[in-house]
Nanobody
Framework: QVQLVESGGNLVQPGGSLKLSCAAS????????MGWYRQAPGKQRELVAS???????NYADSVKGRFAISRDNAKNTVYLQMNSLKPEDTAVYYC?????????????WGQGTQVTVSS
């Protein structure tokens, strides 16, 4: 069973930076596609950034140039570096691991970490 534990959420002023971490059980970060999603109150959960097993990254247009996803294979940890934060980045951020096998996608989620951008 895959377990994901996020940390690093906090209250930060606009223009500030935060780094989120997602610690995964087992050696999965090089096998699964790892991603960060976020959900703001009253809104649907949306993909923020992802990194595939071969290291390809993908970002939502709203965070391109400001956020960076990375991983440390030895620590089984994925990170989301968030710079130039805006109030609209306020949300609960969730770590996701997914993998397609036999035509089915398996998703695993962390419990979420709150990011609040406010002055």
């Amino acid at each position: 069973q895959v377990q994901l534990v996020e940390s690093g959420g906090n209250l930060v002023q606009p223009g500030g930076s935060l780094k989120l971490s997602c610690a995964a059980s087992g050696n999965i970060v090089t096998i699964y596609t790892m991603g960060w999603y976020r959900q703001a109150p009253g809104k649907q959960r949306e993909l923020v950034a992802s990194i595939t097993s071969d290291g390809s990254t993908n970002y939502a247009d709203s965070v391109k140039g400001r956020f960076a996803i990375s991983r440390d294979n030895a620590k089984n940890t994925v990170y989301l570096q968030m710079n130039s934060l805006k109030p609209e980045d306020t949300a609960v951020y969730y770590c996701n691991a997914n993998r397609w096998r036999f035509g089915l996608r398996a998703d695993y989620w962390g419990q979420g970490t709150q990011v609040t951008v406010s002055s």
